[in-house]
């Protein structure tokens, strides 16, 4: 099973690396100390299962997993126990809480193992909805080899495109293969709500409500964009204004 190591503390990769010795069906193929290498050497080396720390420097663990073309399996390795419950939504074959034992470690390892043999057309994919963890406060686009870190204050607004969402920025416009569904209920609801079945939009955007004709309204944004709002969608904005 060809491993890759994923984690900005070069004493973390080096226990891995022999922990990882001590197995003999596993073999190390690479190390990264970062998201954005990790991103790239993932998509070009395609491990068979990588070791993930969560929080790392310019991409975190949830963050690399989203950009990935194609996912192995998983077994996040990190310090903060509070992101359990997100890594197990994606999935993971198991979340070890440094610092750990190998016999710890040898077990999580046996279990990616199994499902290897239970399933080895599998072993790709550990789920095909990531979820953004609640503190973060960007959207991770990737473009080919370029990786767009884009603000929630950059944000204008989101809009349905077939099997695709466009994100309007104030850096201009990204298309991201996605559901305005995933984005309804990952991007904070404190921030942005769904206006209508084709578009989303920051609340701080808002500029006024215009009542249009037979009880239709639509929204001015801060840009002057204007935007419809759906029947279903505008009891929920009310209140939301405190109308």
Avoid at 18 to 35: A, D, H, Q, T, Y
Avoid at 88 to 95: P, R
Avoid at 135 to 162: C, H, M, Q
Wanted: glycine share 4%; charged share 30%; net charge negative.
């Amino acid at each position: 099973m060809k491993v890759l190591l994923v984690d900005d503390e070069a004493l973390a990769r080096s226990l891995l690396r022999n922990f990882c010795e001590r197995i003999p069906s596993l073999e190390v193929i690479g190390e990264c100390e970062n998201g954005y290498d990790a991103v790239k050497m993932i998509d070009d080396k395609k491990p068979d299962l990588i070791f993930l720390d969560v929080q790392m420097p310019k991409l975190s663990g949830f963050e690399v997993l989203e950009l990935l073309n194609q996912r192995p399996q998983v077994i996040f390795c990190t310090a903060f126990d509070e992101y359990a419950v997100k890594a197990f939504e994606e999935e993971a074959v198991d979340y070890l809480l440094k610092p750990f034992l190998f016999e710890r470690f040898e077990k999580a390892v046996n279990r990616a193992i199994e499902n290897s043999k239970i399933a080895a057309s599998e072993v790709g994919s550990i789920g095909q909805q990531a979820v953004y963890p609640e503190d973060t406060s960007r959207i991770v686009i990737k473009d080919g080899e370029k990786i767009n870190l884009i603000p929630f204050a950059d944000v204008i607004y989101l809009e349905a495109y077939d099997d695709y969402v466009k994100i309007h920025t104030t850096q201009g416009r990204f298309v991201k293969k996605q559901t305005m569904s995933y984005y309804e209920k990952s991007l904070p609801s404190h921030l942005f709500i769904r206006i209508h079945r084709s578009y989303i939009i920051p609340i701080n955007r808002i500029q006024r409500i215009e009542n249009m004709e037979k009880g239709k309204y639509q929204v001015v944004l801060t840009t002057d964009i204007r935007l419809p709002i759906s029947r279903s969608s505008f009891p929920h904005l009310k209140e939301l204004l405190g109308w």
